[in-house]
């Protein structure tokens, strides 16, 4: 099946700084990716669509200037973190869709942790 | 919106069959989905069913889809440990988006 490779699996940062996740379809081009979060023992909660060439659209409540979100190619979309707090701490998950395909297929995570 | 719910916790004994259920509630969904999640690893696809089947079967999974009722169900036959995860169905209802389920989280006991 198709592979999505995320990294970083996990990242430790101060509170302030900025943290940077890569999001990439290894053999398929993506013409969309998503980008998700997962708190512990909860369902995925979508925070927004990246669509590549244009700006994401993001979902109601997550905020655009503190999770900017780039997919400059098809086979790459990041999140940025922006001034971390820990209450940015969470399981952070992309996925993306091939063209015209109905599957969607998930990176491993990453855990982001804020200290 | 969409709402998917499921049952958080389903315990079975090695070689038992384990069935899991989803209801939604968006009658439009057009494709539904099982996934895997193993504790710290992101989601891996098990198997999907279109919206105008009944039931698909794929090794040791069935899928069964009542539309009627909104209601999916995940069987696994001869459920072995390594099948100890938390489950999730997701709905796609149109636009690129899939609402998921709360997650089941499956223990298999010796």
């Known amino acids: 099946g198709a592979v999505v490779s995320q990294h970083p699996s996990r990242v430790i940062c101060k509170s302030g700084t900025s943290v940077k996740i890569e999001c990439r379809s290894l053999?398929?081009?993506?013409?969309?990716m998503f980008w998700y979060r997962q708190f512990p023992k909860q369902s995925l909660m979508l925070m927004a669509t990246?669509?590549?060439?244009?700006?994401?659209?993001?979902e109601q409540g997550v905020e655009k200037d503190k999770f900017l979100i780039n997919h400059a190619s098809l086979t790459l979309s990041t999140l940025t973190v922006t001034s971390a707090h820990p209450e940015d701490s969470s399981f952070y998950i992309c996925?993306?869709?091939?063209?015209?395909?109905?599957?969607?297929?998930f990176g491993s995570g990453t855990q982001l942790s804020v200290l | 919106g969409e709402d998917v719910e499921q049952s958080l916790f389903l315990s079975v004994r090695e070689g038992d069959s384990s069935v899991i259920n989803c209801t939604y509630t968006?009658?439009?969904?057009?494709?539904l989905y099982w996934y895997k999640q193993e504790p710290g690893a992101g989601l891996q696809l098990l198997t999907y069913?279109?919206?105008?089947?009944d039931m698909k079967q794929d090794q040791r999974l069935t899928v069964l889809l009542n539309k009627k009722d909104k209601h999916l169900s995940l069987r696994i036959a001869d459920t072995q440990t390594g099948d100890s995860a938390i489950y999730f169905c997701?709905?796609?209802?149109?636009?690129?988006?899939?609402?998921f389920g709360t997650g089941t989280q499956l223990k298999v006991e010796l």
């Open positions: 053999d398929f081009q993506a013409t969309t």
């Open positions: 997701a709905v796609d209802g149109g636009g690129n988006k899939l609402t």
């Open positions: 968006d009658s439009s969904s057009t494709y």
């Open positions: 990246s669509n590549e060439g244009s700006k994401a659209t993001y």
């Open positions: 996925s993306a869709r091939g063209t015209g395909g109905e599957k969607l297929f």
């Open positions: 069913i279109f919206s105008n089947m």
